[in-house]
T-cell receptor
C-alpha cells in the first residue's frame, strides 16, 4: 500500500535552533500534504495544508513564520520549526493524498521533537 | 467551527468483551466520517469510513460504525475484542460534498487496553 515516510522520527534540539522535518510519499505523487501536531493525550491538531507548488494554508493560530512549510515536489514536503522553544516540543505528523476530495489519506509515523 | 468529541478517554476491557466507542461531531452540513487506529509505535491507519449510503459501515478487523445523523454520532463497535486491538482510536470528520477540502478534524482519541 501507499507509504509516507517521515524523517527524522525523533530529534532533540537546543532552544533557539531550527529543525527540519521531511515528509515523503514513497510510491505515489502527493498533490496535498497536511501537517498535524499532537500533544500528549490530546488529539491531532491540523497546522497547515500544503499543495505542491503553492504556499501552504495555515490554520488559525499557527504562526507561519515559525512553522515554515515547503512542498517543492510531488513527493516531498518539509516542515521547519524555526527558533525552536521548549513549548514547541511535540509530536508532528504529516499525511498525504494523491488526489483531492475523497482520495485516501496516508500518514507518516510522526516526529517526536524535544526542545531543551 | 467543526469539532469532534470522543467521550471515552481510556477504556479497559477483557478479551471477548464487546466494545463501543462514542464519537460526536458538531457540523450541520454533509460530512464524511472516519475512524483511525494507531497501534503502539505505528502510524495512523484507516479502520473505516462513511461517505454516504448505508449508515452502518463495516471496516477491517471486525470493526463497524453506525452513522446516526439525528444524533451527530458515529460510534465504533466490535462484538468481541482481542488483545491485539490494544491501540489508540481516533474519530475524525471532514466536510462532505462540494465543501470537502480534505482537512480532517480529529477527536481527542480513546486509548483501548485489552487484557488477555
Amino acid at each position: 500500500g501507499a507509504v509516507v515516510s517521515q524523517h527524522p522520527s525523533w530529534v532533540i534540539c537546543k532552544s533557539g535552533t531550527s529543525v527540519k522535518i521531511e515528509c515523503r510519499s514513497l510510491d505515489f505523487q502527493a498533490t496535498t500534504m497536511f501537517w498535524y501536531r499532537q500533544f500528549p493525550k490530546q488529539s491531532l491538531m491540523l497546522m497547515a495544508t500544503s499543495n505542491e507548488g503553492s504556499k501552504a494554508t495555515y490554520e488559525q493560530g499557527v504562526e507561519k513564520d515559525k512553522f515554515l512549510i515547503n512542498h517543492a515536489s510531488l513527493t516531498l514536503s518539509t516542515l521547519t520549526v524555526t527558533s525552536a522553544h521548549p513549548e514547541d516540543s511535540s509530536f508532528y505528523i504529516c499525511s498525504a493524498r494523491s488526489g483531492r476530495g475523497l482520495s485516501p489519506l496516508h500518514f507518516g509515523n510522526g516526529t517526536r521533537l524535544t526542545v531543551t | 467551527a467543526q469539532s469532534v468529541s470522543q467521550h471515552n478517554h481510556h477504556v479497559i476491557l477483557s478479551e471477548a468483551a464487546s466494545l463501543e466507542l462514542g464519537c460526536n461531531y458538531s457540523y450541520g452540513g454533509t460530512v464524511n466520517l472516519f475512524w483511525y487506529v494507531q497501534y503502539p509505535g505505528q502510524h495512523l491507519q484507516l479502520l473505516l469510513k462513511y461517505f454516504s449510503g448505508d449508515p452502518l459501515v463495516k471496516g477491517i478487523k471486525g470493526f463497524e460504525a453506525e452513522f446516526i445523523k439525528s444524533k451527530f454520532s458515529f460510534n465504533l463497535r466490535k462484538p468481541s475484542v482481542q488483545w491485539s486491538d490494544t491501540a489508540e482510536y481516533f474519530c475524525a470528520v471532514t466536510k462532505g460534498g462540494s465543501g470537502n477540502t480534505g482537512k480532517l478534524i480529529f477527536g481527542q482519541g480513546t486509548t483501548l487496553q485489552v487484557k488477555p
